[in-house]
């Protein structure tokens, strides 16, 4: 099954390993996952001012791409991108006077209809059935732990979340088809500190803590995720957790397709290469890779 | 190009009503703008180079009587027509980073630590409308965001530097120096290296050519001829 699938800036740069690990792993499952041509960068965060209509021309640009190519669905997998492109699909598809301005100033291009459905790649598979991929499984990630964690936009407004807003499982339940165990961590739709990253590094600190080290504590061997930025600002901000808490103990990230990736045995796919805390050891301790298997040596840049 | 066609001398003598910078006047149907300008009697100092279409000085702005739109257009390039407002862009004041490129790394996110404002763009498209040389500006603005040079060089390559895409972003980016700065990023770190060049270069500064080179300017001297006769049939080697 072909898939139009939008990657986002983030995928191309720090969350390359995602798109490496998801690409791979939805192919076991027969999804071909075919970059939409020309697209454009999603908007990253929805504007929520009413007049303010210039910045929905990003997100209503790349659905007008989809429909060019005769397609009626868009899979994404960061869920910022998901986010933005939905809720601009919504606002246009409910306000045809919106649309009209909008397809107005974009009379170059095709004027957008609003057939297109945004879709993020978890509610993909959870469609399919998550036991789908309990078929596919070849090395069941038995013994190890994890801490799913949502962050906001991926669950929330929760017109637009892809789960219960309060008590999502949906990563939870995927990780258990794999072979997984969980734990429940209260701060799991605790915020990451989001774009505080760049002018205040000591408050995502501040944040990644508590969310790691009650992970951590409740038995978690690693995190689980689905949006770049988060993983950002709980794998990379490590360093400034632990300059700020001296006792920290750092705490793999994982995004839930390199997790798929490790389940279904396809070592070459993992992108684990810009994993700022290593994963390696973990999955070594845990027999879930062989120690002899040739990974990539991490790129440094 | 568009030089006078002989055949249609008859259409020399028609002629336009153009209004320049709000004045009005008559000028032959065949001149580009910038020769309507001189013809009106204006005298160009900045705002003109090389009148062939490859400097990118005389970008310029124009609007047609009873149309909003503002089109675009390289001065040189373009010819005039009935009821065309004209003006000229003496200079564009546009932003440049100042950089290195021997202390850069060719890495994605250079583009955007050199020209953070970039992340400001809205996909709105106003540059891409603005390119006279009818580049995907904005898509490559948008490679530039996720540190794609190989896209950003290849898309902006035929860009001749006029500025008329940063006059017209209103998210204040300038886009033509961002794709410069990826073309010489993408000429110095990424595009594939002409390996018989370098070889060659090295063979030269061996001095491996100087006594035939000798030779040959001893010959020129004693029989030229001679040296006409070896070039004509000297051997070509292809591939």
Known sequence: ???????????????????????????????????????????????????????HLAPVRNLIRVEDIN??????????????????????????????????????????QGN????????????????????????????????????????????????????????????????????????????????????????????????????????????????????????????????????????PIFYFTQLMALAFGLDEDLGLELNYIDPMPLLKEKLLIDPTSLIKEPKIE | MRGVNLEEKTETEKMVRVYIMGREFEVPATLNIVKAFEYAGYRFIRGIGCRGGYCGACATVYRFKDDYRLNFALACQKAVEDGMYLTILPFVPAEKAKYDLNKLKPRGTV????????????????????????????DYVQAAIRGDIEEVANLSFDCIQC????????????????????????????????????????????????????NYIELAKEDIEQLKKIYVEREIKVG
């Open chain 1, 1 to 55: 099954m072909k898939m139009p699938y939008f990657p986002g800036c983030s995928l191309k740069t720090i969350g390359e390993g995602f798109e490496k690990s998801a690409i791979a792993s939805a192919a076991i499952l027969d999804i071909e996952l075919e970059e939409l041509p020309r697209w454009v960068c999603c908007g990253t965060v929805s504007s929520l001012t009413t007049d303010d209509l210039m910045h």
């Open chain 2, 111 to 138: 583009l955007l630590e050199l020209y953070p404002e970039i992340a400001r763009c809205v996909a709105c498209n106003t540059c891409t409308k603005a390119c006279p040389q009818e580049l995907e500006v904005m």
């Open chain 2, 163 to 214: 500025g008329l895409c940063a006059m017209r972003c209103p998210a204040e980016i300038v886009p033509y120096n961002v794709g410069q700065l990826a073309r010489r990023l993408y000429g110095k770190y990424i595009a594939p290296q002409a390996k018989l060049t370098y070889e060659r270069v090295e063979e030269i500064h061996a001095c491996v050519f100087d006594e035939e080179l000798d």
């Open chain 1, 116 to 251: 297109v459905k945004v879709l993020h790649f978890l509610e993909l598979l959870r469609e399919m059935g998550f036991y789908k991929l309990k078929e596919k499984v070849k090395r069941p990630l038995k013994g190890l732990t994890l801490s799913p964690y949502y962050g906001c936009l991926l669950v929330r407004p929760k017109e637009f979340g892809i789960d219960d807003p309060e008590n999502p499982t949906i990563l939870q339940d995927l990780v258990k088809a794999l072979g997984a165990d969980v734990i429940d961590n209260p701060y799991q739709l605790k915020c990451c500190g989001s774009y505080h990253t760049v002018d205040k590094p000591n408050l995502v600190a501040d944040l990644g803590y508590k969310i790691l080290t009650y992970a951590r504590n409740l038995g978690a061997d690693a995190l689980v995720l689905s949006c770049p930025l988060c993983a950002f600002n709980l794998d990379n901000r490590q360093r400034e957790i632990k300059r700020q808490y001296p006792d920290f103990i750092e705490i």
């Open chain 1, 71 to 112: 397609e009626t669905q868009l899979v994404t997998l960061c869920s910022v991108c998901y986010s933005t492109l939905k809720r601009s699909n919504a606002l246009v598809k409910n306000d045809p006077e919106k649309l009209k301005t909008l397809n107005q100033f974009m009379y170059r291009e095709n004027d957008y």
